[in-house]
């Protein structure tokens, strides 16, 4: 699995991890039931904290993404599939968010507000 993070964006690189397992989950390079990179083998080949690393982890964790296993590691859980028109409506939210200059950190935020009506 390829995780690519830019030192030089605004958004934590913490997000950004998460953000990559969850590409790679959605591409199919990671099938649920396969482990990941072990948080030490990953913050090493990205050069950066094994905190930050486990803080993606955790997210993954909270959000049910991944399952955290002690001598086992993380591995990748069983999703339902995305239905095509929640797929196809959040197309359109990033092209629409993309148009308007948000960030993703933006998007998920509003996302977050709108979520808590």
């Given at each position: 699995?390829l995780?690519r993070i830019?030192?030089t964006?605004?958004?934590?690189i913490y997000v950004?991890?998460v953000?990559?397992?969850r590409?790679?989950i959605?591409?199919?390079?990671?099938?649920a039931?396969?482990?990941?990179?072990?948080?030490?083998?990953?913050?090493?080949?990205?050069?950066?904290n094994?905190?930050?690393v486990?803080?993606?982890?955790?997210?993954?964790?909270d959000?049910?993404?991944?399952?955290?296993r002690?001598?086992?590691g993380?591995?990748?859980?069983?999703?339902?599939?995305v239905?095509s028109?929640?797929?196809?409506?959040l197309?359109?939210?990033?092209?629409a968010?993309e148009?308007?200059?948000?960030s993703?950190?933006d998007?998920?935020?509003?996302l977050?507000?709108r979520?808590t009506?």
């Amino acid at each position: 699995m390829l995780v690519r993070i830019d030192t030089t964006e605004a958004e934590p690189i913490y997000v950004q991890i998460v953000r990559e397992v969850r590409a790679a989950i959605s591409r199919g390079d990671v099938k649920a039931g396969e482990r990941l990179p072990a948080a030490r083998d990953l913050a090493r080949s990205l050069d950066v904290n094994m905190h930050t690393v486990l803080r993606a982890y955790s997210e993954l964790r909270d959000a049910g993404d991944i399952e955290l296993r002690r001598g086992r590691g993380a591995v990748v859980q069983e999703r339902a599939a995305v239905h095509s028109d929640v797929v196809r409506a959040l197309d359109k939210l990033l092209e629409a968010g993309e148009r308007h200059g948000m960030s993703l950190a933006d998007i998920h935020s509003a996302l977050d507000e709108r979520g808590t009506r």
